[in-house]
């Protein structure tokens, strides 16, 4: 979620993988972060039912656009601007991450954590998909593609689109993340979403 200094800009998607770190597509935050614009992570707080969420300032740190991927972290100078301390939002996050997983196959039914334009509000966030396939071209690397019948978006609006948001399969009894969504293409392949490269807590992993 960017400052209001960039219009337009209110909402985007991300997911934390641990107590420090926040994953993103780099598209989403690269004006902000050329800008100097403040970045903030929203998350739900208290019930669950009532639409209450606690704000952590965040930073990029480090980011690759081969893969479309930024990773963030906490911005420790403006904690006090959300009255809260380094370990009061590493355990926000603790609590909010998910695990990462490296494997995918075709067919494998997913979820796609994200905010496309057919949702009934802010909060319809969680999608089911299926993969079509693990090893589509995405530029100089190799994605998913993703089926799925809730995000054939046709322009991002408010609150902007799928981008940066988190694929998750089942994994035992809990849920992992398997990939990064890079974009919800439109026109004759509209109910389809690219998912990019999952990158852990620094580029080189």
């Not at 071209?137 to 408010?158: E, H, I, N, Q, R």
Request: glycine share 8%; aromatic share 6%; hydrophobic share 45%.
């Amino acid at each position: 979620e960017a400052a209001f200094t960039l219009a337009g800009e209110i909402l985007r998607s991300a997911f934390a993988i641990s107590a420090q770190h926040v994953l993103t597509a780099w598209h989403c935050v690269r004006d902000a972060a050329a800008d100097w614009s403040s970045l903030w992570c929203r998350l739900r707080a208290g019930d669950p039912r009532e639409r209450s969420y606690v704000y952590i300032p965040i930073r990029v740190t480090n980011y690759d656009e081969t893969f479309d991927v930024a990773a963030l972290t906490i911005d420790a100078q403006r904690l006090s601007e959300a009255r809260l301390t380094m370990a009061s939002a590493q355990a926000l996050l603790d609590q909010a991450s998910i695990p990462l997983d490296a494997s995918v196959h075709d067919r494998d039914p997913v979820q796609v954590i994200g905010f496309p334009e057919s949702g009934s509000s802010a909060d319809s966030d969680t999608n089911s998909a299926t993969v079509v396939a693990t090893r589509v071209p995405l530029g100089d690397v190799s994605g998913m593609k993703l089926f799925g019948p809730a995000f054939g978006t046709v322009s991002p609006v408010d609150p902007h689109g799928l981008s940066g948001g988190c694929v998750v399969k089942q994994s035992g009894l809990s849920y992992a993340a398997v990939g990064v969504v890079r974009a919800a293409p439109t026109g004759r392949i509209a109910g389809t979403a690219a998912g990019g490269g999952l990158i852990a807590t620094r580029i080189e992993d």
